[in-house]
């Protein structure tokens, strides 16, 4: 039997203030996201839009590589294969579909028309007729590779909010006047990629380069010049089927800093091999950098040099993954 491979990693953003430009509100006051993280409010970004973002620097960096495209000047989505017609595992893929997966459902036209009319019968009181021959609906669809978690911010929420007013004439009677919640904090997010369920393995070595690189995040809440890209990110390549590095990164109240704490604490236990793992960026510089240096981890500088390690270690795998170490 094949083994399975899988990537995991765990990013952590620089500093930076976020903030809602426009989306939700509640009365005059633009609202962020928020969830429940260690009995705290922590403001949040979906997965959505970061699958968004990177699906985005897809079609940024090759417009014919991507199935689904989005025009900000149009203000929506356009396909080349809406109904996936066309997807051949065997043959060329579109990278979106390939890594993010797809579904299209449609019911039959008859199926629709007798399912109609078996209500109305029924609601006229007579019993329904279903036919055991009568046609079904087609459901094409792919499973995702790549999962995403949900961006939560590593410092609690404590209620920062900034007061504007509308520009330009005022109209008599309406509110000027608006309120935005902000907060100063670092988002950390999970990833994890089936290796072997991707179908063209160059699609791996494109989504390392997205994570690192990514356009501005935004979705529903268009954060403000707010940089997704990893100051500090966590890679391990296993076989293992449980990540065990999922949001490692710890705000640490007292020093004003994070920790990582319990990542080092389930390596030292031998959960986590020391070997799998490889750590990047201004966490090098940490004393708990020096400390998983120490236990054989992987710790390199800068964030691009984990990503080549990473593919690197990738392309070793199997002659498939060749291409994923790139030039």
Same mark, same amino acid.
């Given at each position: 039997?094949?083994?399975?491979?899988?990537?995991?990693?765990?990013?952590? +953003?620089g500093?930076?203030?976020?903030?809602?430009?426009?989306?939700?509100?509640?009365?005059?006051?633009?609202?962020?996201?928020?969830?429940f993280?260690?009995?705290?409010v922590? +403001?949040?970004?979906?997965?959505?839009?970061?699958?968004?973002a990177?699906?985005?620097?897809?079609?940024?960096e090759d417009?014919?590589?991507? /199935?689904?495209?989005?025009?900000?000047?149009?203000?929506?989505?356009?396909?080349k294969?809406?109904?996936?017609?066309?997807w051949?595992?065997?043959?060329?893929?579109?990278?979106?579909?390939?890594?993010?997966?797809f579904?299209?459902?449609?019911?039959?036209?008859?199926? %629709?028309?007798?399912?109609?009319e078996d209500e109305s019968?029924?609601?006229?009181? %007579?019993?329904?007729?279903?036919?055991?021959?009568?046609?079904?609906?087609k459901?094409?669809?792919?499973?995702?590779?790549l999962?995403?978690?949900?961006a939560?911010?590593?410092?609690p929420?404590r209620?920062?909010?900034?007061? /504007?007013?509308?520009?330009?004439?005022k109209?008599?009677?309406?509110?000027s006047?608006?309120?935005?919640?902000?907060?100063?904090?670092?988002?950390?997010?999970?990833?994890?990629?089936?290796?072997?369920?991707?179908?063209?393995k160059?699609?791996?070595?494109?989504?390392?380069?997205a994570?690192?690189d990514?356009?501005?995040?935004?979705?529903?809440?268009?954060?403000?010049?707010?940089?997704?890209?990893?100051?500090?990110?966590?890679?391990?390549?296993?076989s293992?089927?449980?990540?065990?590095?999922?949001?490692?990164?710890?705000?640490?109240?007292?020093?004003?800093?994070? +920790?990582l704490? %319990?990542?080092?604490?389930r390596?030292?236990?031998?959960?986590?091999?020391?070997?799998?793992?490889?750590?990047?960026?201004?966490?090098?510089? +940490?004393?708990?950098g %020096?400390?998983?240096?120490?236990?054989?981890v992987m710790?390199l500088?800068g964030?691009?040099?984990?990503a080549?390690?990473?593919?690197?270690?990738?392309?070793?795998?199997?002659?498939e993954?060749?291409?994923?170490?790139?030039?």
């Open positions: 039997m094949q083994e399975v491979y899988y990537l995991y990693g765990t990013i952590l +953003t500093e930076a203030v976020a903030a809602n430009n426009r989306g939700d509100n509640i009365g005059n006051t633009t609202t962020l996201q928020k969830v993280h260690q009995d705290d922590h +403001t949040s970004v979906s997965a959505e839009a970061i699958r968004f990177l699906r985005y620097r897809f079609q940024l417009p014919e590589s991507v /199935n689904r495209s989005y025009y900000s000047d149009k203000g929506k989505l356009e396909y294969d809406e109904k996936i017609s066309n051949d595992p065997n043959g060329s893929v579109y990278i979106d579909d390939d890594l993010m997966g579904m299209d459902a449609e019911a039959a036209t008859q199926e %629709k028309e007798e399912e109609l019968e029924v609601s006229a009181g %007579k019993k329904s007729k279903k036919s055991k021959d009568k046609p079904k609906g459901v094409t669809k792919r499973q995702s590779p999962a995403i978690a949900r939560v911010s590593l410092r929420y209620g920062e909010l900034s007061f /504007n007013c509308v520009s330009g004439e109209t008599k009677g309406q509110l006047l608006y309120s935005a919640e902000m907060h100063t904090t670092e988002y950390q997010y999970s990833f994890g990629l089936n290796l072997g369920d991707v179908v063209n160059v699609h791996i070595r494109q989504l390392i380069e994570i690192i990514p356009p501005q995040v935004a979705g529903n809440h268009a954060r403000f010049a707010y940089d997704f890209s990893p100051a500090s990110i966590v890679l391990r390549l296993t293992a089927h449980s990540s065990r590095i999922q949001n490692c990164f710890e705000h640490d109240e007292l020093n004003r800093s994070y +920790t704490e %319990k990542l080092i604490y390596v030292e236990a031998k959960d986590i091999p020391a070997s799998e793992l490889i750590v990047g960026g201004e966490v090098a510089r +940490t004393e708990e %020096k400390q998983l240096k120490k236990l054989g710790v500088p964030v691009y040099a984990a080549e390690e990473a593919r690197k270690r990738i392309a070793a795998i199997a002659d993954y060749q291409v994923v170490a790139g030039g």
